[in-house]
């Protein structure tokens, strides 16, 4: 694709960045046959090559609308795109540099500002977050659906945290929501990882991943959020801790992208290098790690399980099977889901900020989960875990949960 950027961002790392990935893109359209939104709304500003359009002419100077922001915010942020485009186009950092030029040109009505503002001002931060969650939790029956559907019913417990201490170490990410929403999930993991001779560490200063905020337009936050965990973990980098394990895959997939948001921060960049070259999915792991914990698995009769892959393990790590893989080996049946590579519709905040689309994709999905009739459904993200979880009565739980009880 031909490109003509605009003086005002020709010449930034924004820029430059952008230009090449429009000059990547060959308009072939194949992006679209598997987009969610335009599956659903078959318009082509709402599939991936049309959005690029769109991008396209706004980086070179022409006049943005709220409709163009309007294409763009419909955009999951999945991904998909990526794993079928034959010419390798990064869109999802190029919606995220188009996102962030847009909402300096359009002024969004008050009410969206604020729903905006609230948000980033909420669930990045636990201390904010669990409060107004177990108060949420009391006046559930008076929440809007979408919301109250979302918390669960009475506060989960984690279960016992090992105390012992081995020589292998790795730091686990606890994340913002995660913590108050599914704290079973790390306690989970590190019960996992004890019995096979791995201490799992929480660096205490560490929180947010800073997705949340950089996707939402507040991108100096989610930059500092970055920064912060990079600063919690460095001591324990240097004291030789193995890896950062996520045991949220959307935190994960923007964890590995450190070194390249903080590749032109000097204080910063070898640093946030370092990190995303030591973070894994907590599916990396148990994958290298398999013959030291299956052969201890107790016997006995499975759960037929559906399993949904989440946008950002298989679409934003490139990570597909491992999951699925691990759990047959386990000894679990894993049901056929169909189009298990299209999104849920939770996509981080999107559930909140595009809930007619997000529920439209839900029931797709519940729908696809449901159709081999499985006893439970199992992901690797907090925030498909929750979104599903409001649309079904099955359990609806983090894989790892599933290997800690059969140790």
Known sequence: MKTQLATFIKDTPEGKEADAILRSCVHCGFCNATCPTYQLLGD?????????????????????????????????????????????VKYGRLVDIGRHIAEKHVERPLPEKLKRKALNSVIPKGEVFSPLMKLGQTFKPFLPSVLGKKLPSTGARAGTWPARQHARKMLVLQGCAQPSLAPNVNAATARVLDKIGITLVAAPNAGCCGALSYHLNYQSDGLDYMRRNIDAWWPYVQQGAEAIIMTASGCGSTVKEYGHLLRNDARYAEKAAKISALTRDICEVMRDEQTQWQPKLRAGTRAKLAYHPPCSLQHGQQIKGVTEGLLRGAGFTLTAVPDAHLCCGSAGTYSLLQEDLSQRLLRNKIEALHSGQPNEIVTSNIGCQTHIQSATTKPVRHWIELIDELL
């Not at 070179?60 to 763009?72: D, I, P």
């Open 44 to 88: 082509e500003l709402d599939g991936p090559r049309g959005r690029i359009y769109l991008m396209k002419q706004m980086l070179e100077g022409n006049s943005v609308s709220a409709k163009t922001q309007l294409h763009l915010d419909r955009c999951l942020t999945c991904r998909s795109c990526e794993s079928t485009c034959p010419s390798g």
